[in-house]
């Protein structure tokens, strides 16, 4: 029985698949078990190599968020650089606000650029690159990274629509080679609210050899 309620949780939640599926399956239950006993105890400083419990749930860890870190680090550089939102707008409410070298007044509006916070190079070195490996190195600052907004009114959804990403990214790449076609550097088009790829983001698309699973 747990082992079927684990591969549903893998399938639909995770979109694990074929010979990943499979190795999250050996994985998982020993890293668990493993996991609650050395919930116990200290964390130790140092590292007893691979033979030590420790030294094995940190090569399972690591060979799971390998893969993780770069398709998140993806989805993070795809946001930086075509932010799906490219305007916020808030509207001062105090009778006078100071925002650098300005002096806002009450009922004034404010629009904060998404997209010319992303494209500046004094907060994104090499801005015009697309380089997810810019967040394999460190995470996004929350005051530079804002394809959600920010502050109180920040996007309810952002988790959401994170996990959202991942699952379709996943669940694509495990059946299809996606690569992109020879044009360059697609524009963009507005769809009222949101902005959108100007041509539908055209891409090549093989399907990819299926390993049988159980
Ligand atoms: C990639 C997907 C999404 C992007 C890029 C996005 C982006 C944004 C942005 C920029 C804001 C304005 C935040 C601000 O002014 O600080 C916002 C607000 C909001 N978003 Fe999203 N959003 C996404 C998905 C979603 C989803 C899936 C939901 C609901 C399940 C959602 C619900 C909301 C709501 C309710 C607000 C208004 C929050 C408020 O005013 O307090 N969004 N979103």
Same mark, same amino acid.
């Given at each position: 029985?747990?082992?079927?309620?684990?591969?549903?949780?893998?399938?639909?939640?995770?979109?694990?698949?074929?010979?990943?599926?499979?190795?999250?399956?050996?994985?998982?239950?020993?890293?668990?078990?493993?996991?609650?006993?050395?919930?116990?105890?200290?964390?130790? #400083?140092?590292?007893?190599?691979?033979?030590?419990?420790?030294?094995?749930?940190?090569?399972?860890?690591?060979?799971?968020?390998?893969?993780?870190?770069?398709?998140?680090?993806?989805?993070?550089?795809? #946001?930086?650089?075509?932010?799906?939102?490219?305007?916020?707008?808030? #509207?001062?409410?105090?009778?006078?606000?100071?925002?650098?070298?300005?002096?806002?007044?009450?009922? #004034?509006?404010?629009?904060?650029?998404?997209?010319?916070?992303?494209?500046?190079?004094?907060?994104?070195?090499?801005?015009?690159?697309?380089?997810?490996?810019?967040?394999?190195? $460190?995470?996004?600052?929350?005051?530079?990274?804002?394809?959600?907004?920010?502050?109180? $009114?920040?996007?309810?959804?952002?988790?959401?629509?994170?996990?959202?990403?991942?699952?379709?990214?996943?669940?694509?790449?495990?059946?299809?080679?996606?690569?992109?076609?020879?044009? $360059?550097?697609?524009?963009?088009?507005?769809?009222?609210?949101?902005?959108?790829?100007?041509?539908?983001?055209?891409?090549?698309?093989?399907?990819?050899?299926?390993?049988?699973?159980?």
């Amino acid at each position: 029985m747990m082992r079927i309620t684990l591969n549903v949780i893998l399938r639909a939640m995770f979109g694990a698949d074929g010979a990943e599926l499979e190795r999250l399956r050996e994985i998982l239950p020993g890293a668990i078990k493993l996991g609650s006993t050395l919930s116990l105890v200290p964390v130790p #400083q140092w590292d007893w190599g691979r033979w030590s419990p420790w030294g094995r749930f940190y090569r399972n860890r690591r060979e799971y968020d390998g893969s993780e870190e770069l398709l998140h680090a993806t989805i993070l550089e795809v #946001q930086r650089t075509r932010p799906v939102i490219d305007v916020t707008f808030r #509207q001062v409410k105090a009778p006078t606000l100071e925002i650098g070298p300005w002096t806002l007044l009450k009922g #004034q509006t404010v629009v904060a650029s998404i997209g010319l916070l992303h494209a500046d190079e004094t907060v994104f070195p090499d801005a015009h690159r697309f380089d997810p490996d810019r967040f394999l190195a $460190r995470p996004p600052d929350p005051a530079e990274w804002i394809p959600y907004g920010g502050g109180i $009114r920040r996007c309810i959804g952002a988790a959401f629509a994170t996990m959202e990403m991942r699952v379709v990214l996943r669940t694509l790449l495990r059946d299809y080679a996606i690569s992109p076609s020879s044009a $360059r550097d697609e524009g963009f088009r507005s769809r009222g609210v949101t902005i959108a790829p100007a041509c539908g983001a055209r891409l090549t698309v093989a399907p990819r050899p299926r390993t049988p699973s159980a």
